[in-house]
């Protein structure tokens, strides 16, 4: 049986390549059970509708599956629509909206057949097996994460239990030769690294955040990260890594233990590595390990630059912790990005003004500023619905749930325009206060297309006015 994993094109631009790591992981673990897979991403590969749509259909798929965020949703409905009708077969939708709204997700969405809930890997495995064979393996009441329709109606299955750290240490590697081929030189090129995780979960509650993978830490062995990152070095002559852990740079032993193996193996003369860490765990000892290691990059969570904002978000860091880390990030030498929101609960200009100030002030090598999106599944999204703490929904489109371009929130007396000014101040004022203008037109032509989108965008909705 064939079957094709689809993630959707970007909406406006993709100057962020980077491989689905969910679908590299699904694909592994059904090929490793006998189907033959293929990955057919169009946002890596800059795809049009069309030409995924022409891809998928020469593939000749016997079940095809979709990964989708909120904002992306209805566009893998549509795109699901077209090969369905053209082919006939049955049709899977998964990702952090389906997690978020299973039996609301296949309601609206008919052309989803199958929704899977949480982590993917043993449940499509399951959910493939009883397709495959029909109920004589497992009939679909029985295999957990999953909803579907039976009977014209939608039944939702127990969730399921989620992947153990003995179990996250005996899954089969990412199947990125889908992505990069094979040999020594698979990974060439500006945004080829390779991507992994040595953990799933956050044990952090942040309000914003959906916490798809739990708040339990399941952490892999050293022995097992290590495994990969030498076999990823043999088959794609990886040299930089990309660790997606939510919170790689814990303080604690494990991390250090893993950090003095990474010494040990001799990978900073070979390789170098970005990963998050939070601003509470960074101290001058960890740091200092983390550059011997080979870490050249850090990214961190900032979100506001007021103290009871932060508590408010339950982001568990004040900003006195956050200007410590940076200052320590920066003496190290490694490259350091920032990540901000705006439109936090209970934000007014005064707020506003202390986040764009010490966006300023810290001058961290990149910074990401967006608006806040009420995803669901997050505490935001609870209070949003219910027009708690000002919030006013603007929208129930799923297209606009995009944090970087989409009018989804507002909140009293900070209108949606005026918090897009702000977003526009805080990069204007880091890069021209600072003098950085090599950075400020880097950062505008990188994201040009979008920009343009954007504009278009909001051009014509006043033209419909």
């Keep these: 049986m064939r079957i094709a994993l689809v993630k959707v094109p970007a909406t406006y631009s993709n100057w962020y390549k980077q491989p689905a790591l969910g679908l590299a992981y699904i694909c592994a673990c059904i090929e490793a059970k006998g189907y033959k897979c293929e990955i057919f991403d169009a946002y890596f590969h800059s795809w049009s509708e069309a030409e995924l749509f022409r891809q998928v259909q020469s593939f000749k798929p016997d079940v095809v599956a979709f990964t989708a965020m909120t904002h992306e ?84 299955n127990r969730p399921r239990s989620f992947i153990s750290a003995a179990t996250l240490n005996s899954l089969p590697y990412p199947a990125f030769e889908h992505y990069y081929g094979n040999g020594k030189n698979a990974l060439v090129g500006k945004h080829s690294y390779y991507v992994m995780f040595s953990s799933r979960g956050c044990p952090y509650n942040c309000a914003f955040c959906m916490q798809v993978l739990g708040h339990k830490v399941r952490r892999r062995s050293c022995e097992s990260v290590i495994n990969e990152m030498k076999h990823a070095i043999e088959r794609y002559g990886a040299h930089t890594f990309n660790f997606a852990d939510e919170i790689f740079l814990f303080d604690n ?31 001058r000892e960890l740091i200092s390990l983390a550059k011997k290691a080979g870490c050249f990059r850090l990214e961190m969570g900032v979100e506001s630059g007021d103290d009871r904002i932060l508590k408010a978000i339950g982001k568990g860091i004040t900003v006195a912790q956050v200007n410590n880390a940076v200052k320590i990030i920066k003496d190290s030498g490694i490259s350091l990005g920032t990540y901000y929101i705006l439109g936090h609960p209970g934000e007014n200009r005064t707020t506003l003004r202390k986040t764009v100030d010490l966006a300023v002030k810290l001058n961290t090598d990149s910074i990401a500023v967006g608006l806040m999106v009420p995803y ?90």
Excluded at 83 to 100: D, E, M, Y
Excluded at 262 to 268: R, T
């Design 73 to 156: 949703i209805g566009r893998a409905a549509g795109i699901a629509s077209g090969i369905k009708a053209s082919l006939k077969i049955p049709v899977i939708v998964g990702g952090c909206h389906v997690t978020a709204l299973p039996e609301q997700t296949l309601a609206e969405f008919d052309v989803f057949d199958y929704g899977i809930f949480g982590e993917g890997e043993e449940t499509i495995a399951e959910l493939l097996d009883c397709i495959r064979f029909g109920n004589t393996t497992a009939p679909l009441n029985e295999i957990d994460g999953l909803v579907f329709r039976k009977n014209g109606k939608i039944i939702r």
């Design 253 to 283: 032993n494990q991390t250090r233990e893993l950090l003095e193996l990474f010494i040990k193996e001799d990978f900073p003369k070979q390789l170098k590595w970005s990963a998050l860490t939070r601003a509470n765990f960074v101290s």
């Design 376 to 465: 669901p599944g997050t505490k935001i999204y609870e209070m949003a619905c219910r027009g708690d703490k000002g919030y006013r929904l603007l929208s129930k489109s799923w297209a606009e749930y995009d944090k970087y371009g989409g009018k989804v929130l507002e909140i009293d007396g900070l209108p949606y325009d005026e918090l897009v000014r702000w977003q526009q101040r805080t990069y204007l004022r880091l890069y021209l206060i600072n003098m950085r203008l090599k950075d400020f037109f880097g950062f505008f032509w990188k994201r040009r297309k979008g920009i343009g989108f954007l504009f278009r965008k909001k051009f014509l909705s006043r033209l419909r006015k």
